[in-house]
Nanobody, 121 residues
Framework: QVRLLESGGGSVQAGGSLKLSCTVSENSNYCVGWYRQALGNEREGVASIDSDGSTKYSDSVKGRFTVSKDNAKKMLYLQMNSLKPEDTAMYYC?????????????????WGQGTQVTVSS
């Protein structure tokens, strides 16, 4: 079972930056990524990174967010720049070690408890 723990959320003004971190319990040589869910909204796959290092982003964050990982440290990151109020949501990191889902779909077998990001205008 893969265990994930997010950190780095907080409150920031529009235009600011935050970097989210996710501790993964094992070497993630498979699809991992981030999704978010705002109150009253459906979950949205934000960014993913596959075992070959290829990345995918939702249109809403492309050019502003960057996903990366450090396998040696068992860490996954999400650098978020030029934040907008509509980025406000709970952010979750996820892992799909069994490849049940298409990497980039925002669907994962395992996920953490989430970290809140709030962007004020």
């Amino acid at each position: 079972q893969v265990r994930l723990l997010e950190s780095g959320g907080g409150s920031v003004q529009a235009g600011g930056s935050l970097k989210l971190s996710c501790t993964v319990s094992e070497n993630s040589n498979y699809c991992v990524g981030w999704y978010r869910q705002a109150l009253g909204n459906e979950r949205e796959g934000v960014a993913s990174i596959d075992s070959d290092g290829s990345t995918k982003y939702s249109d809403s964050v492309k050019g502003r967010f960057t996903v990366s990982k450090d396998n040696a440290k068992k860490m996954l990151y999400l650098q978020m720049n030029s934040l907008k109020p509509e980025d406000t949501a709970m952010y979750y990191c996820g892992a799909d070690p069994y490849r049940y889902f298409h990497c980039g779909s925002g669907l994962y077998n395992y996920w953490g408890q989430g970290t809140q990001v709030t962007v004020s205008s």
